[in-house]
């Protein structure tokens, strides 16, 4: 899509308020390079969109990969505690073993 700046009229419409020939031109190019410049096409939208979808994929092929680093971190940290409760119960399964073989003695 192209966009039009009607440069003519904006330095008939100068001229109409006293500003010079001259001037009136080099005023009419500079607003029509300056609005101009700042239109986006929808090529610019159509490469912004690509730009953003490769970056939005990125994040997310990284967030998905700490997730992974996360996971296994846990399931690591959740053996280690299983581990530890496992000797823990043990040991006082092993102390009221002893406590009963040392009770029977009494009695």
């Known amino acids: 899509m192209t966009y039009a700046f009607d440069t003519l009229k904006f ?5 109409q308020v006293g500003v010079g020939r001259e001037q009136a031109e080099a005023h009419a190019e500079l607003a029509r390079d300056m609005i101009l410049a700042d239109v986006a096409t929808k090529a610019d939208l159509v490469a912004l969109e690509a730009a953003l979808k490769t970056e939005i994929r990125t994040e997310i092929a990284g967030v998905r990969s700490e997730i992974g680093t996360m996971k296994k971190e846990f399931e690591g940290s959740l053996r ?6 496992t000797v823990k119960l043990g040991a006082i399964i092993a102390a009221a073993a002893a406590a009963v073989a040392a009770l029977q003695k009494f009695l």
């Open 11 to 15: 330095t008939q419409r100068l001229e």
């Open 80 to 85: 280690e505690l299983e581990l530890r409760m």
